[in-house]
T-cell receptor, first 115, second 111 residues
Framework: VTLLEQNPRWRLVPRGQAVNLRCILKNSQYPWMSWYQQDLQKQLQWLFTLRSPGDKEVKSLPGADYLATRVTDTELRLQVANMSQGRTLYCTC????????????FGKGTRLTVV | GDSVTQKQGQVTLSEDDFLFINCTYSTTTYPTLLWYVQYLGQGPQLLLKVTTANNKGISRGFEATYDKGTTSFHLQKASVQESDSAVYFCALVGGYQNFYFGKGTSLTVIP
């Protein structure tokens, strides 16, 4: 059963251009939605957890700037800007602590390549 | 603070070899420790979860345990197959339900 729908699956990003990613939650049992990045060396890093519609956060990391928005109960967005190195962004979902399995479920990921 | 360390970056084995991957953790809360597996082109997926020290988690031929005394946890499999080739991540669920992932161990099994 697919819990998360992530698109696009991959994107070529011209240097200096921003890209917008979208993630749709398919199962309300796991309402905490997050973004993780995975670099070219496969290292996974948590970026954000946005719990409620209207939540918005920004973060700058080596190689990219991020703006994450929880649009609705089922939609999470991520804008990636100033990307200098390729990476894969994963949308994840998890249960509210104490209300379900202690586990984070990953989407299929969006692979970004700088051109 | 909460953290997890996974030092083995790459492991190459032959089919039917024994697999052992080790991680250490640090946390001030009661730990929940997990192992994720990532096959080529896919997102990570949960392989095993261990919530009680010295108890085994078992799935798909893999076993996981953790040792509270040495704050270490490990993943093992008695006889690996080519289809086990993947990246394996250890993870700690720390305070505020934040997940901390190790750097990953890339396993290649040669037929």
């Amino acid at each position: 059963v697919t819990l998360l729908e992530q698109n696009p699956r991959w994107r070529l990003v011209p240097r200096g251009q921003a890209v917008n990613l979208r993630c749709i939650l398919k199962n309300s049992q796991y309402p905490w939605m997050s973004w993780y990045q995975q670099d070219l060396q496969k290292q996974l890093q948590w970026l954000f957890t946005l719990r409620s519609p209207g939540d918005k956060e920004v973060k700058s990391l080596p190689g990219a700037d991020y703006l994450a928005t929880r649009v609705t109960d089922t939609e999470l967005r991520l804008q990636v800007a100033n990307m200098s190195q390729g990476r894969t962004l994963y949308c994840t979902c998890s249960a509210i602590p104490g209300q379900g399995h202690t586990e984070v479920f990953f989407g299929k990921g969006t692979r970004l390549t700088v051109v | 603070g909460d953290s997890v360390t996974q030092k083995q970056g790459q492991v190459t084995l032959s089919e039917d070899d024994f697999l052992f991957i080790n991680c250490t953790y640090s946390t001030t809360t009661y730990p929940t420790l997990l192992w994720y597996v990532q096959y080529l082109g896919q997102g990570p997926q949960l392989l095993l979860k261990v919530t009680t020290a010295n108890n085994k988690g078992i799935s798909r031929g893999f076993e996981a345990t953790y040792d509270k005394g040495t704050t270490s946890f490990h993943l093992q499999k008695a006889s690996v197959q080519e289809s086990d080739s993947a990246v394996y991540f250890c993870a700690l669920v720390g305070g505020y339900q934040n997940f901390y992932f190790g750097k990953g161990t890339s396993l290649t099994v040669i037929p």
